[in-house]
């Protein structure tokens, strides 16, 4: 069988992350490298967006909005993002990038293949594909799906039954369809989106709109819920179709659609790690459990794990649990229990509170101070009450 250093089974974006920064350390040279996915990653499949000062990948930045909408049914306010601006990133235009400096270096290579199984076997680990094995010193697994199991490696990869079943972490699902219209009026503002449009009915759910215009004519529309339970696609698109007759549009072509349904929880994913294999990306609980954003999340694990990767070997030590952790515990506490609250909460913070301080902190960058400035606009009752439930 083969041997590498390193295999990834799986290749989403928090496997092409690692790998990137894997080489722009250039630490890992003389590493053998495989990544393996029935996904060959050559079609534009999902957007990602993110607010960042640092030009995060801003080669392949497809449109910056300086200002964003929060609205809710009682009111409408304009954010000013400057330091920040808010980045949207086509999928296909990131797997092309990574696969282009991949390309570039003899010692990582790319199997178009599924994975069947992987285990750790004392001081190695072994990958099965349906075609082939393989062997290994370290496994990197961003895997996270029901029919992915194996009784010789229940500890490490993670079955999502075993996260939906258990009760101790709440679950949430941000779940959602877009569609990519052109319309003949002109109703959008090109250099503004809109983050959250509570104004839409709640239905008994945290519910809203997410509005990314390209230009006047042009925008991408989400129908977005952060909830357990997924909605018919019937009743995502009827509310997409209100609100574009809403905004004063009469007719309009649908350019593309989208679809997609991300898993917020506070699960301690960790846990599952040995010495040989770590779970990254969804599998090993890499997305911002109280938004679902994905992107920037990735961006920080992934280097922070190619620095853990230059002197440390084992996996079980990677992860630190910190504040963050514990402030989105609380809030998928509520929403779990109360999930009609969502855009109470969430309207609470932007208001009146800074946009700079509110981005900062759901970027998990803030101080206790600024944490404070945040969590006081928040229901004072409703995390009270949630810490109490935690503690005792």
Not at 38 to 55: G, I, L, S, Y
């Amino acid at each position: 069988m083969q041997h590498y250093h390193y295999i990834f089974t799986g290749s989403g974006l928090s496997a092409l992350m690692t790998v990137y920064e894997m080489l722009v350390s250039g630490k890992f040279d003389d590493k053998s490298i495989l990544l393996i996915d029935a996904n060959a990653k050559k079609v534009n499949d999902r957007t990602w967006c993110f607010w960042d000062e640092n030009n995060l990948f801003d080669e392949i930045v497809s449109k910056k909005w300086n200002q964003a909408v929060f609205a809710n049914e009682k009111f409408n306010r304009v954010l000013e993002l400057a330091p920040y601006q808010y980045n949207k990133i086509n999928g296909l235009d990131f797997y092309e990038l990574v696969f282009k400096k991949i390309s570039e270096h003899k010692n990582i290579h790319f199997l178009n293949q599924k994975v069947v199984d992987f285990t750790e076997l004392g001081n190695h680990c072994v990958v099965k594909t349906k075609e082939e094995s393989f062997t290994c010193n370290k496994i990197l697994n961003s895997i996270y799906t029901q029919d992915q199991r194996s009784n010789c490696m229940e500890h490490s990869r993670i079955n999502p039954e075993v996260v939906i079943s258990q009760t101790k972490f709440p679950l949430i699902q941000q779940h959602f369809i877009g569609w990519f219209i052109k319309s003949k009026e002109a109703v959008f503002s090109p250099n503004c989106a809109t983050f959250m449009d509570f104004s839409v009915e709640q239905k008994g759910n945290t519910r809203f709109m997410y509005v990314l215009p390209t230009s006047s004519t042009e925008a991408l529309l989400e129908y977005t819920l952060f909830s357990k339970d997924l909605l018919l696609k019937e009743e995502y698109e009827l509310e997409i179709q209100k609100y574009i007759q809403n905004l004063g549009i009469t007719e309009y072509e649908i350019i593309e659609k989208e679809q997609g349904n991300i898993p917020m929880t506070c699960y301690p994913f960790w846990k599952h790690n040995t010495k040989n294999i770590i779970n990254i990306g969804s599998a090993g609980g890499w997305t911002k459990a109280s938004t679902g954003y994905t992107f920037k999340n990735a961006s920080k694990k992934s280097k922070a794990l190619v620095q853990f990767l230059k002197s440390e070997t084992d996996f079980t030590k990677f992860h630190k649990k910190d504040k963050f952790w514990f402030y989105d515990l609380l809030l998928l506490d509520i929403l779990s229990s109360k999930n009609e609250l969502g855009s109470k909460i969430f309207s609470s913070m932007f208001k009146k509170g800074s946009s700079t301080v509110i981005f900062k902190f759901l970027d998990e960058e803030t101080s206790i101070w600024e944490d404070l400035q945040v969590i006081w606009k928040c229901p004072k009752i409703l995390f009270i009450k949630a810490l109490f439930g935690r503690i005792f």
